[in-house]
């Protein structure tokens, strides 16, 4: 058990805990608050980073696509990279106002937005991976749809619905325990922490 987590389980079990002892608890709290978006910042801009290597070494053969498959592909890849950087921009400015600040209600409110953004990072990934694979799978099933006779194509389309959705389903699971493990986990912490100092801000109030 780390210091923090001493002080809050003497603070909860005194209530007379001295003034000098709930102020170096907000410090800690502050600190952790601070340690935890500044690890959201740094993982969501190794993803980016992760992102754009895989994007580059598995690089699709636009050979083989329609012109409005390539504008598709190309607005689609703007749009994600953009939103994906206003995230990361999100994440900094949370942790810089975070750092920088020592009035509990900024403090309290960075949090609240912090988790929003997290939240709707999440979604927003999600939703891509389930767009990309219905849009690969619609381009794949209109390639072979000019390459197969009629019979051939219904079986080449049940095959493709079954498998794409079965893989889709898989992939998204895998996704969603990975954040669950880590972005949830770093949410959690920065719940708890903002709850403790509401608490603190609530008592001081009373």
């Known amino acids: 058990m780390d210091g923090l987590d001493l002080l809050k389980q003497h603070w909860h079990k005194d209530n007379n805990f001295p003034q000098v002892d709930k102020e170096a608890l907000r410090g800690m709290l502050h600190k952790s608050s601070s340690s935890i978006v500044k690890w959201i910042f740094l993982i969501s801009i190794l993803e980016l980073a992760l992102g754009i290597i895989l994007s580059f070494s598995f690089g699709i053969d636009k ?16 749009v994600f990279y953009t939103v994906i950087c206003y995230f990361i921009y ?5 942790y810089r106002q975070i750092k920088s600040t020592n009035n509990t209600k900024v403090l309290l409110g960075t949090i609240l937005k912090t988790r929003q953004h997290v939240d709707r990072y999440i979604r927003f990934n999600l939703y891509c991976i389930i767009f990309s694979f219905v849009f690969i799978s619609i381009d794949e099933v ?17 095959f493709m619905v079954i498998l794409s959705s079965l893989f889709c389903w898989v ?21 708890k922490n903002y709850e403790e100092l509401l608490e603190i801000d609530r008592q001081e109030q009373g």
């Open 90 to 94: 999100s994440f900094f400015n949370s």
């Open 63 to 78: 050979e083989q696509h329609s012109l409005f498959y390539d504008v598709v592909y190309t607005v689609f890849d703007l």
């Open 142 to 158: 209109i390639i072979q749809y000019q390459e197969r006779t009629t019979g051939e194509f219904i079986s080449f389309l049940l």
């Open 171 to 191: 992939f998204l699971l895998i996704v969603k325990l990975y954040y669950r493990v880590l972005y949830r986990r770093l949410v959690k912490k920065l719940t």
